[in-house]
Structures are given as structure tokens and as C-alpha cells.
């Protein structure tokens, strides 16, 4: 299988405090993407990160990518009760036209 | 423009009926996708389409599920007869060219067989 698989499954964390989600992958990619999915709900886009890039930003989030290892972090700084959710990672694979989800890492924040 | 629109929302229904989920998906956007989240299995891709063609149904899980686009503005799903290990969210995304752009997802169909 290709999914990504997502680590940790669940991660339970202050407010206030930074969250970190790892995903990792199986081959080459030509790009990543990060979604959120609040609880009853269908899944948003966060943010896209080509193979050629190594950070990128968009708010509080910050993403990595290291293709040598074959994985991608999240990370969101101060975190907020309105982060609670569940976060996948998405990769675009080489060899495919369709993107692949990994199986997610449940975030709660705690007031 | 309203986003990815999919009906019902919810959906009961017993062994053995027919279930017809639906989907609108953005204006403009070329590539329709369905998919299926459950705990066990986590998020499935089970059928795209560009320009209402399918283009990769390899993740239907048997005969008794089908999809169709009749026009860039309507997809369905359909499961005869249904079983209940169907019991799931079923999604509905659109998007232009699929991995260079961002899906956008309806809010799901919660479909329970009994």
C-alpha cells in the first residue's frame, strides 16, 4: 500500500503549546499536502509543499519535508482550542495521478 | 460559490436496498472524486473522474458499487444491494488538476445499513 502513515495517532496537548505531526511515505513524490478535518466534517485544505521545497509557512503552521528520509512534519505554534481535529497528510506520488492519504493524527487541545 | 454539495447527509436504510448518494461538485473544476472514511480502513479513494470520464475506479470495492457523471455538474454513487459493512462517511471532493491543486470535500454522507 501507499498510504502515508501518520505519527503520533493522537496527541493531546496544552493550549498555548506547539502540536507536531510526522508523516511518512513510501516512494518519491512530486509534492505533499496537510488537511484538517473537524469532527462531522469533510476535509479542508492547509497547505502544499513541491519535492523541490524544504519549509514552507502559512500562519501558524510550518511545514517540512525531507525526502531523503521520505517525511513531512506539521507544526502549529500556539496552539487553540479550534485546533482540535484531525490532520492528514497527502502525498502526490511519481509514478501516479492521484494523491494518497495517510492515516491521520487526532489532536486535542486542552483548555 | 456554495462548495462541493452532496445529499443526504444522512441516510438509514436496511440490508439489501438500493443507496443513490449524490454530489455536486465546484463550478469549473475538472476532476470529481469519491471517497469512503471509516475507522478501520481510514480514508479511501474509491473513483475519479476528469471531464466526467472515470479515470482510476480501482479502489471500488465490488460490483455492487457503481458511480456515474452524466454532467459536470452532478455525480452519483450507488450501492445495490447494500450490505452492512457499507456502513460509512462517503466524501465527495472536486478540484482542478488533481495533486497540483487542492481537493475541496463536500461535507460527507453518513450512510448506516441496518
Known amino acids: 500500500s501507499q498510504q502515508g502513515e501518520e505519527d503520533p495517532q493522537a496527541l493531546s496537548i496544552q493550549e498555548g503549546e506547539n502540536a507536531t505531526m510526522n508523516c511518512s511515505y513510501k516512494?518519491?513524490?512530486?509534492?505533499l499536502q496537510w488537511y484538517r478535518q473537524n469532527s462531522g466534517r469533510g476535509l479542508v485544505h492547509l497547505i502544499l509543499?513541491?519535492?523541490?521545497?524544504r519549509e514552507k509557512h502559512s500562519g501558524r503552521l510550518r511545514v517540512t519535508l525531507d525526502t531523503s528520509k521520505k517525511s513531512s512534519s506539521l507544526l502549529i505554534t500556539a496552539s487553540r482550542a479550534a485546533d482540535t481535529a484531525s490532520y492528514f497528510c497527502a502525498m502526490l506520488y511519481s509514478s501516479a495521478s492521484k494523491i494518497i492519504f495517510g492515516s491521520g493524527t487526532r489532536l486535542s487541545i486542552r483548555p | 460559490d456554495a462548495g462541493v454539495i452532496q445529499s443526504p447527509r444522512h441516510e438509514v436504510t436496511e440490508m439489501g436496498q438500493e443507496v443513490t448518494l449524490r454530489c455536486k461538485p465546484i463550478s469549473g473544476h475538472d476532476y470529481l472524486f469519491w471517497y469512503r472514511q471509516t475507522m478501520m480502513r481510514g480514508l479511501e479513494l474509491l473513483i475519479y473522474f476528469n471531464n466526467n470520464v472515470p479515470i482510476d475506479d480501482s479502489g471500488m470495492p465490488e460490483d455492487r458499487f457503481s458511480a456515474k457523471m452524466p454532467n459536470a455538474s452532478f455525480s452519483t454513487l450507488k450501492i445495490q444491494p447494500s450490505e452492512p459493512r457499507d456502513s460509512a462517511v462517503y466524501f465527495c471532493?472536486?478540484?482542478?488538476?488533481?495533486?497540483?491543486?487542492?481537493?475541496?470535500f463536500g461535507p460527507g454522507t453518513r450512510l448506516t445499513v441496518l
Open positions: 471532493a472536486s478540484s482542478l488538476a488533481p495533486g497540483e491543486n487542492e481537493q475541496f
Open positions: 509543499i513541491r519535492s523541490n521545497e
Open positions: 516512494t518519491s513524490i512530486n509534492n
